[in-house]
């Protein structure tokens, strides 16, 4: 009886049945806690920022910032299409932006209004922030690019002007 | 003096134009850049070689409460379209308001009380400052690199200037001295000014229009 009962048990235990010969136990478990770790990283995100959500009422974002798109729309000038993304994947990324930003005021707000955060609101906060700083950018890797390009540029003028000098006799 | 666009004004800026009444804001926006010098009024970043399009008008005083002054033009400001997305719905209790922890803006706040350059970082000297920064964030490590780099561009961009207008210089006093090579002189010179046209230009999209009124 009680040997029928340990080889349910251990019958249970997928890593003993799965597992390779040769794959040290440590091994499989820790591929374990990884696939655990992935599945439950965004369920605790959502469970986090979740509750937030009802910010959105008392923070109506989306009536307040004017996107360029928007002012350019109401011009009747047509919008560049975008090259790396699609129109429904922009939306998504428009909303999702806002609202990690959203979040992200009303963990302020509630930071300056009771001065000191919880530690789990601290937490959520520099993950919100993280998040507003990764969609919301203010530079680009373009805005780097366009200052290469100039000092490139500027690289072309020194060397024709090195070049001018010379010709002339200058220095 | 090196040019920098990174200051903050010392005293309150009074707007310079009156434009009548349009009923979208969005007519305002050559007006804002015009009026700013196509500058963000809260990170003092100019258009740059990015160009107009990372600009946006912000409502300072938010269009979901503040409904009369939605095309009022003292009310709109020029700035960075992300600052005025992370802005968003931000709006100052009566509570931070007693306790100054509010966003400043050039017209109504003189911002160098609030918040001021420290080479490519911004320092805050208020509570204002403090919150602006937290809300904006002035400070993120990529604009801090950003503006690192626009004023490495600067310095390099007003060296070659230099450089160049010594050249042509030197160029009109050997006009003087050799009449005789007067004509190759003049091509010279002329190619040397097309060049120094181009070094402006890239300063003043780099640089910006800083107004005097400005440092």
Same mark, same amino acid.
């Given at each position: *009886?009680?040997?029928?009962? @340990?080889?349910?048990?251990?019958?249970?235990?997928?890593?003993?049945?799965?597992?390779? !010969?040769?794959?040290?136990?440590?091994?499989? %478990?820790?591929? &374990?806690?990884?696939?655990?770790?992935?599945?439950?990283?965004?369920?605790?995100?959502?469970?986090?920022?979740?509750?937030?959500?009802?910010?959105?009422?008392?923070?109506?974002?989306?009536?307040?910032?004017? @996107?360029?798109?928007?002012?350019?729309?109401?011009?009747?000038?047509?919008?560049?299409?975008?090259?790396?993304? #699609?129109?429904?994947?922009? @939306?998504?990324?428009?909303?999702?932006?806002?609202?990690?930003?959203?979040?992200?005021?009303?963990?302020?707000?509630?930071?300056?209004?009771? /001065?000191?955060?919880?530690?789990?609101?601290?937490? %959520?906060?520099?993950?919100?922030?993280? %998040?507003?700083?990764?969609?919301?950018?203010?530079?680009?890797?373009?805005?780097?690019?366009?200052?290469?390009?100039?000092?490139?540029?500027?690289?072309?003028?020194?060397?024709?002007?090195?070049?001018? &000098?010379?010709?002339?006799?200058?220095? | 003096?090196?040019?920098?666009?990174?200051?903050?004004?010392?005293?309150?800026?009074?707007?310079?134009?009156?434009?009548?009444?349009?009923?979208?804001?969005?007519?305002?926006?050559?007006?804002?850049?015009?009026?700013?010098?196509?500058?963000?009024?809260?990170?003092?970043?100019?258009?740059?070689?990015?160009?107009?399009?990372?600009?946006?008008?912000?409502?300072?005083?938010?269009?979901?409460?503040?409904? !009369?002054?939605?095309?009022?033009?003292?009310?709109?400001?020029?700035?960075?379209?992300?600052?005025?997305?992370?802005?968003?719905?931000?709006?100052?209790?009566?509570?931070?308001?007693?306790?100054?922890?509010?966003?400043?803006?050039?017209?109504?706040?003189?911002?160098?009380?609030?918040?001021?350059?420290?080479?490519?970082?911004? +320092?805050?000297? #208020?509570? /204002?400052?403090?919150? @602006?920064?937290?809300?904006? *964030?002035?400070?993120? +490590?990529?604009?801090?690199?950003?503006?690192?780099?626009?004023?490495?561009?600067?310095?390099?961009? +007003?060296?070659?200037? %230099?450089?160049?207008?010594?050249?042509?210089?030197?160029?009109? &006093?050997?006009?003087?001295?050799?009449?005789?090579?007067?004509?190759?002189?003049? +091509?010279?010179?002329?190619?040397?000014?097309?060049?120094?046209?181009?070094?402006?230009?890239?300063?003043?999209?780099?640089?910006?229009?800083?107004? *005097?009124?400005?440092?």
């Amino acid at each position: *009886m009680e040997d029928s009962t @340990a080889l349910a048990f251990h019958s249970a235990l997928p890593d003993r049945v799965d597992k390779p !010969e040769d794959t040290p136990r440590s091994v499989e %478990r820790d591929r &374990r806690i990884t696939t655990l770790g992935v599945l439950a990283f965004p369920l605790a995100l959502a469970t986090m920022v979740t509750p937030m959500t009802s910010a959105r009422e008392l923070f109506p974002i989306v009536g307040d910032s004017t @996107a360029f798109a928007e002012e350019s729309k109401e011009e009747g000038l047509a919008l560049p299409a975008p090259d790396t993304i #699609s129109a429904g994947e922009e @939306a998504f990324q428009v909303s999702e932006a806002d609202v990690a930003n959203r979040t992200r005021l009303a963990l302020l707000a509630r930071h300056y209004e009771a /001065a000191r955060l919880s530690i789990e609101e601290e937490a %959520r906060l520099a993950i919100v922030t993280e %998040r507003v700083r990764h969609l919301i950018p203010r530079v680009t890797e373009d805005d780097f690019e366009a200052l290469q390009a100039i000092l490139e540029d500027v690289e072309r003028i020194k060397s024709a002007d090195i070049e001018r &000098r010379r010709r002339l006799g200058i220095d | 003096m090196p040019l920098n666009p990174f200051r903050y004004a010392q005293s309150r800026y009074r707007r310079k134009l009156n434009p009548p009444s349009y009923s979208g804001y969005s007519r305002y926006k050559p007006l804002l850049k015009q009026e700013f010098t196509s500058q963000c009024v809260y990170g003092r970043l100019p258009a740059g070689p990015k160009g107009e399009d990372s600009f946006s008008i912000d409502h300072y005083r938010l269009q979901s409460k503040f409904l !009369e002054l939605v095309t009022t033009y003292a009310n709109l400001f020029c700035a960075c379209s992300c600052w005025n997305r992370r802005k968003g719905a931000f709006w100052p209790t009566d509570a931070q308001w007693r306790a100054k922890q509010f966003i400043p803006n050039p017209c109504d706040h003189v911002m160098f009380e609030h918040l001021r350059y420290r080479s490519a970082r911004v +320092e805050t000297k #208020s509570p /204002a400052g403090a919150l @602006a920064e937290r809300v904006l *964030m002035l400070n993120d +490590e990529r604009s801090v690199d950003y503006r690192e780099f626009v004023l490495s561009v600067i310095a390099v961009l +007003e060296e070659k200037k %230099r450089r160049l207008q010594e050249t042509i210089s030197r160029i009109d &006093r050997q006009r003087l001295s050799y009449p005789e090579r007067a004509e190759r002189l003049s +091509e010279e010179k002329i190619s040397a000014e097309r060049d120094l046209a181009r070094l402006e230009h890239h300063l003043s999209r780099v640089a910006g229009g800083v107004s *005097m009124e400005a440092l």
